[in-house]
């Protein structure tokens, strides 16, 4: 099945700063990559997502890339503020028409006022 | 906005015993999945379901049942609990689409086994 690993799994950025985590995926056939925020005692809920036909995708502070070929996508934050301090987790999708998702490990964010 | 609620948040059982946990979504969703988080370990997939009495396993099953009698509610069941199934646990639900849809959490529940 999908292996999706997820680095660092802890940052620790300035204000200000850009933070950037990096995931690497398994199984060729994934076509779809979403990441989940998930602020302290709450629920995770999706930040932005990327597609297999698309290369990057931004909102506002927020970007994400991904490279097909070397199997790896990444979340940009900018302009990092107190309120980005969460733990982060990347996702893939194993297959066309296949609902399942696959998680990484997480990354802890901290950002130092 | 999409409504994934667990009826339990916080459980106390003891080893041994039955445990049920509940969800209930509000969209009509076709799709609804049990995760399991634990620190260092991500969101780990117990089982989910695609339909009405559907269900397949995911990643991590063992000890674990589900029964989805209704579409909107999907039911996670621990025949006899364990203390290595003290976690925190996630259910969610999603639409049926070819491109990828959004999954949307419930607030989780938080059991110990004691």
């Known amino acids: 099945g999908e292996n999706v690993e997820q680095h660092p799994s802890t940052l620790s950025v300035q204000e200000g700063d850009s933070a950037v985590i990096k995931c690497t995926y398994s199984?060729?056939?994934?076509?779809?990559f979403p990441w989940y925020k998930q602020e302290l005692g709450k629920r995770p809920q999706l930040i932005i997502d990327i597609r297999s036909n698309v290369g990057e995708k931004k909102d506002q502070r927020i970007a994400v890339t991904l490279n097909k070929t070397a199997k790896h996508f990444s979340l940009h934050i900018t302009e990092t503020q107190p309120e980005d301090s969460a733990v982060y987790f990347c996702?893939?999708?194993?297959?066309?028409?296949?609902?399942?998702?696959?998680f990484g490990t997480g990354t802890r964010l901290t950002i130092i006022p | 906005d999409v409504k994934v609620t667990q009826s339990s948040r916080y459980l106390v059982k003891r080893t041994g015993e039955k445990v049920f946990l509940e969800c209930v979504q509000d969209?009509?969703?076709?799709?609804m999945f049990w995760y399991r988080q634990d620190p260092g370990l991500g969101l780990r997939l117990i089982y989910f379901s695609y339909d009405v009495k559907m269900k397949e396993k995911g990643d991590i099953p063992e000890g674990y049942s589900v029964s989805r009698e209704k579409k909107e509610r999907f039911s996670l069941i621990l025949e006899s609990a364990s203390t290595n199934q003290t976690s925190m646990y996630l259910c969610?639900?999603?639409?049926?689409?070819?491109?990828?849809?959004?999954?949307?959490f419930g607030e989780g529940s938080w059991l110990t086994v004691v």
């Open positions: 969610a639900s999603s639409s049926s689409g070819i491109s990828g849809n959004t999954i949307y």
């Open positions: 199984d060729s056939a994934s076509n779809y």
């Open positions: 996702a893939a999708r194993i297959s066309f028409g296949n609902e399942k998702l696959t």
């Open positions: 969209m009509d969703h076709e799709n």
